[in-house]
């Protein structure tokens, strides 16, 4: 039977859908439903990018979605804030409730009421519609979403004018691959189809990053340099083009800007200088730069761990400049791709109504320093004392830096905090009124990609379960509650899906076929046309410039350097496993079995320095926190770098915390974004306290 074909009561049919989660490669889905239940979840063979494959996580969506302890009322805390004590209400009392508490502070100051949102889910009708809507017809205080990938997105818009780069299909075309700061395998698996592909017919993947991960051991070589190094390496890349020569002259004449100033900044960075800030031997250096100055077409697909140091987004700034030094966008199958999501003409204004903020302009609060800001009084500077938090498709206390400091603000008796969610997180924990809200299989959405150049459709493939909500159908009911009574927030979800691209996209083929290809060039940048203010790639940014920055890329060394400590000697990084997407799926019972439990890989060198076996418990710690977690000896870890994989639940950790208790607020340099990766710790011995946190 044909997906959607069926309707309901059809015993067994298909239904077309997309995957919601914070993934490079948004997976077309087909969901099999037989009477009225979903019984498995399988990548769409019709869609390309898909080719029918689904990662291990989002194939075990079933699980999730039917999983015993899915919150399926409306729960009202009970015990003091932390304890999760709740007691089921109905969704009037519910409602009444929490429109009665927002409506009592945004009389005070409706900037005291603070969105809490981030990729729980990427649609764009249940992320970022109805929900906008109602906090801006409230004037609830702007949330900065920046805790994933602003850095990043802010150095690609002063150097190729957006998010935008190679497409990902034409890496199967290339001859050298580099993977920079990715575990492919692991967080971009159809990509990684593409780069097999290119390795099957002939080309070199080469792999930089700190930790040898499982897309390192598959590639011909690999670069593990120390963390937040990587705008060094990219810089001496360049100068080893320049000193040979591989530079296409023409390219850099025509489609570039500031080539000569940063021709003088790559010549202060000799292979042998990087080498020593990398820890890299230097000839590593020369031969990588030799091999991407004479091979063609060579691609780059960088991704987010490079930037989460406080150097982050200049070393994007620097790598996404190396492909006009060559001149790799003459071809499709070179250039750069970290993020495309701005080829999708998405209609912001239309789906997020600003206009209804009128003349308002609230301030904005950066998701990455909520723990500061929760437990910051009322000032002239800082405004008014947040005094309620509406959190949805996010888990803040598990996942926000230092989150003993978040912990410590969300469990403030004076907060009123309202979670929609499916689970009881850490973050629900903490809540007044818990809603509970659908998952992808059970409403309407509408998704772009940052890994592909297809727009998705999601329509529900069963009922929502239990008393269930989409986070759409809430914010109407809280807006009708407040006395919101403007038309727009009558929209249903599948006019908010028309919404969200206008006549930009055909929405009857993404009803028909669940998807639409974007119509973009093969080679975007052949000649030239970047969507910045010179149409040429800016390796100096006046608008940087503009606001006190160095308007050129450099190498910006880590807050909490090598050295920089006697107390904390080793670096931390904290990438995620394989089997979790940040915090969502770490309640699976079939995923969690595959991880076992929290883990921190250290070099043997490392760990008989300290006196540390293999599999035994560990404190890892720094003046932030405290962290017990077992450790694994391997040479996935370098020397002086220690990997504590994430994100476990806080309660499911051995001491009740995760590996955020040791990480920082700092910001990075551009964009605002998190410094995970710039964290100092020691580890020592540990003990198992004798009663686990709850399970």
């Known amino acids: 039977m044909t997906p959607d074909s069926a309707t309901s009561a059809t015993p067994v049919h298909t239904v ?37 494959v689904l990662c291990a996580k989002v194939s075990k969506y079933p699980e999730r979605t039917y999983h015993p302890e899915r919150i399926l009322t ?20 519910a409602l009444q409730d929490i429109a009665a508490r927002l409506a009592q502070i945004a009389a005070r100051d409706p900037e005291a009421i603070v969105p809490y949102s981030y990729a729980g889910t990427m649609g764009l009708v249940q992320g970022e519609s109805m929900d906008r809507r109602f906090f801006h017809r409230l004037g609830a205080s702007f949330l900065h979403r920046s805790i994933c990938a602003e850095a990043g997105a802010e150095a690609l818009r002063h150097t190729l004018g957006a998010k935008v780069g ?22 971009n698996l159809h990509f990684w189809r593409y780069a097999q592909q290119a390795k099957r017919d002939g080309a070199r993947l080469v792999c930089i990053d700190p930790r040898k991960s499982e897309t390192a051991e598959k590639c011909h070589e690999h670069l593990q340099l120390l963390p937040g190094t990587d705008a060094a390496l990219a810089l001496a890349l360049m100068h080893e083009l320049i000193q040979n020569d591989w530079l296409d002259h023409d390219y850099l004449a025509c489609y570039t800007l500031g080539w000569e100033p940063l021709r003088e900044r790559a010549l202060q960075w000799p292979p042998d200088r990087a080498a020593a ?17 004479s091979t063609r077409p060579a691609a780059i697909r960088v991704n987010y761990g490079v930037q989460r140091a406080r150097g982050g987004g200049n070393a994007v700034r620097a790598i996404a400049c190396l492909p006009a030094l060559t001149g790799a966008w003459r071809e499709r199958a070179g250039g750069v791709l970290l993020s495309c999501s701005s080829n999708f003409p998405v209609q912001r204004t239309a789906l997020q109504r600003p206009d209804l903020l009128g003349a308002r302009r609230p301030r904005t609060i950066n998701m990455v320093t909520i723990g500061d800001d929760l ?15 509406v959190v949805y498709n996010s888990n803040p206390v598990a996942v926000a830096p230092e989150s003993a400091k978040v912990a410590q603000g969300f469990a403030r008796e004076d907060l009123f905090t309202v979670v929609l969610e499916h689970f009881r997180t850490d973050t629900a924990d903490h809540a007044d009124y818990i809603l509970p809200a659908t998952t992808q299989l059970e409403h309407w959405d509408v998704h772009l990609a940052y890994g592909h150049t297809d727009v998705l459709l999601n329509r529900p493939a069963v009922a929502p379960l239990g008393q269930a909500r989409s986070n759409t159908a809430i914010f109407r009911a809280l807006a009708a509650q407040m006395g919101f009574d403007e038309p727009c927030f009558r929209d249903d979800d599948e006019a908010l899906c028309r919404q969200a691209y206008g006549a930009q996209v055909d929405f009857e083929q993404l009803l028909d076929q669940g998807f639409a290809t974007l119509p973009l060039p ?8 970047f969507p910045t203010p010179s149409g040429r790639c800016e390796f100096f940014s006046a608008a940087l410039a503009a606001q006190g920055q160095d308007g050129l890329p450099d190498h910006l060394p880590n807050r909490e350097a090598a050295g920089s400590s006697a107390a904390y000697p080793l670096a931390m990084i904290s990438p995620p496993v394989r089997n979790f997407l940040n915090s969502t799926f770490v309640n699976v019972a079939s995923l969690q079995k595959l991880e076992h439990r929290p883990l921190v890989e250290m070099h043997p060198r490392d760990a008989a320095a300290r006196g540390i076996q293999d599999g035994s418990v560990v404190r890892v710690f720094n003046e932030r926190g405290s962290y017990l977690c077992h450790a694994e000896l391997t040479e996935r870890a370098r020397p002086g770098v220690v990997n504590a994989l994430g ?23 551009m964009g605002a974004g998190p410094t995970f990766y710039d964290c100092r710790v020691q580890v020592a011995p540990g003990t198992a306290p004798e009663k686990l946190p709850i399970q």
Not at 166 to 187: D, P
Not at 375 to 384: H, I, K, N, Q, V
């Open 375 to 389: 437990l910051r009084p009322a000032s002239a500077e800082f405004g008014p004392k947040i005094e309620a938090l």
């Open 16 to 52: 077309r859908g997309a995957c919601p989660h914070d993934c490079p490669d948004t997976c077309a889905l087909l969901t099999t439903v037989e009477n009225g239940v979903a019984v498995r979840v399988q990548g769409n063979p019709a869609h390309a990018h898909t080719g029918g």
């Open 522 to 529: 093969d080679a975007p940048f052949a000649q030239g046309g």
């Open 74 to 93: 409306p729960l009202k805390r009970s015990g003091p804030k932390g304890s999760g004590q709740f007691t089921p209400v109905g969704w009037d009392e």
């Open 277 to 293: 800030v990398c820890g890299l031997p230097a000839e590593q250096i020369r031969q990588l730069a030799r091999d991407y100055g």
């Open 166 to 187: 190679m497409k990902v299909e034409f890496f199967a075309e290339s001859k050298l691959i580099l993977i920079w700061g990715s575990n492919s395998i692991t967080s």
């Open 647 to 669: 994100l476990w639940w806080r309660k499911l950790g051995l001491a009740g915390t995760n590996v955020n208790q040791l990480t920082s607020q700092a910001l990075t340099d």
